[in-house]
């Protein structure tokens, strides 16, 4: 396969905030950002693979500060690495106050994909070319990302088994919980 640059499928996404997108606070919904998120994150990636695309897994939503209704939300994305089948889009976020002309960055956000075929099965997308020192760190950054999400996931799912109530109840007490009287007679 051809390798594909990664501006032949940078995409940005502007959306203004309208007051339907508001919160109880008046301030925007977490979901609704995570819905563009996603749809940048298709077109991104649809665009390289030249097939559909489906999310498979999330990293790094943060949001670091609000977004308020009336504001201009543009969504920056960039495929970062390619596997065989998934690629990683990297996703940038500002919000603009078009009056003040302040810009706030909101979240940097990495949405792992994988290419479908017409069976719906995972199907090989074209590698990346690398075409400068940014392309190059964003992809090893990937790379890092991915050895410590592999890394944690074993290390929780081990925790997980050997998690025993009695041996770790103890350390709920400086915890901002309750436990019943009757739960506690029966750990
Ligand atoms: C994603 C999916 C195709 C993976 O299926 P699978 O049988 O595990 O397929 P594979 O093992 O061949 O994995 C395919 C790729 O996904 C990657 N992958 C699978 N699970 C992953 C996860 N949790 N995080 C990151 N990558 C993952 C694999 O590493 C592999 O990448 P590679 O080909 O670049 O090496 C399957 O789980 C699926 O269809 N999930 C539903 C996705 C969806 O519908 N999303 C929308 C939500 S409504």
New binding site residues.
């Given amino acids: 396969m051809t390798p594909k640059p990664v501006s032949h499928s940078r995409t940005t996404l502007t959306e203004l905030m309208i007051p339907s997108y508001a919160n109880f606070g008046g301030r925007v919904h977490g979901g609704i950002l995570l819905s563009l998120m996603d749809k940048v994150a298709y077109a991104c990636s649809a665009k390289h693979a030249g097939q559909y695309c489906?999310?498979?897994?999330v990293d790094g939503v943060n949001f670091r500060q609000p977004v308020d209704v009336g504001e201009l939300v543009s969504l920056m994305a960039s495929v970062n690495y390619?596997?065989?089948?998934?690629l990683v889009v990297g996703i940038k976020v500002i919000a603009e106050n078009v009056k003040s002309g302040t810009v706030k960055h909101t979240n940097t956000s990495y949405f792992?994909m994988?290419a479908?075929d017409d069976a719906d099965q995972?199907t090989e997308v074209p590698p990346l070319l690398l075409e400068t020192p940014d392309d190059v760190r964003r992809f090893l950054e990937a790379i890092k990302r991915k050895e410590l999400?592999a890394s944690f996931g074993e290390h929780f799912d081990n925790a997980k088994t050997r998690m025993l109530l009695a041996e770790n109840i103890g350390k709920l007490s400086s915890e901002r919980c309750q436990i019943t009287d009757e739960l506690r007679a029966q750990l």
Avoid at 54 to 57: E, G, K, P, Y
Avoid at 82 to 86: A, D, E, H, K
């Fill in positions: 489906v999310t498979v897994s390619v596997g065989r089948t998934s792992t994988v479908k995972p999400r």
